[in-house]
């Protein structure tokens, strides 16, 4: 049966997000840094009267910092708390089938975390992500 995902770029791969993990997506404006976070943790940003935390998705990923920074985010709510995940930019929303990611594919850097699986677009093959593994604390939860 075929769910809706959220296809969206970063580090220039494109990304399928489960539309459940999907609260909305934004603009973000001014973050303002946390001293003492974890290093994907950009800082805190304010949102429709709500203070979310801001994840640095290529930090989580343990990417080198992107050329021109993501003003972008996906929306999610974990364990109680808002996040604002940033993405290098947004598609579109559509039904897809989601494969399990095979034995024989190895994902390098931080994506063999947040990896859950593979869509196909037009015969492309997708990586679905978990966010909540782009959380920190919450990578041992959502494997």
């Known amino acids: ?10 580090a220039g791969r494109a990304v399928a997000i489960e539309s459940r993990q999907v609260e909305s997506v934004v603009d973000i404006g ?29 930090a989580a990923l343990g990417l080198p910092a992107p050329a021109v920074e993501a003003t972008r985010a996906v929306i999610t709510h974990v364990e109680g708390h808002h996040y604002a995940i ?15 990611l095979s034995p024989g594919i190895v994902l390098d850097r ?26 920190p604390g919450l990578t041992a939860i959502a494997a």
Request: hydrophobic content about 50%.
């Open 110 to 135: 931080g994506w063999h975390t947040t990896g859950c699986g593979i869509v196909e677009r037009a015969g492309e093959p997708i990586l679905a992500i978990d966010l909540r593994a782009l959380v």
């Open 86 to 100: 940033l993405v290098d930019s947004l598609e579109d929303v559509a039904p897809f089938d989601l494969a399990p």
């Open 1 to 10: 049966m075929s769910e809706l995902f959220l296809i969206a770029h970063i």
């Open 30 to 58: 001014a973050i303002v840094p946390v001293p003492g976070t974890d290093r994907q943790v950009r800082g805190l940003a304010a949102l429709r009267s709500r203070v979310v935390t801001v994840i640095d998705t290529h």
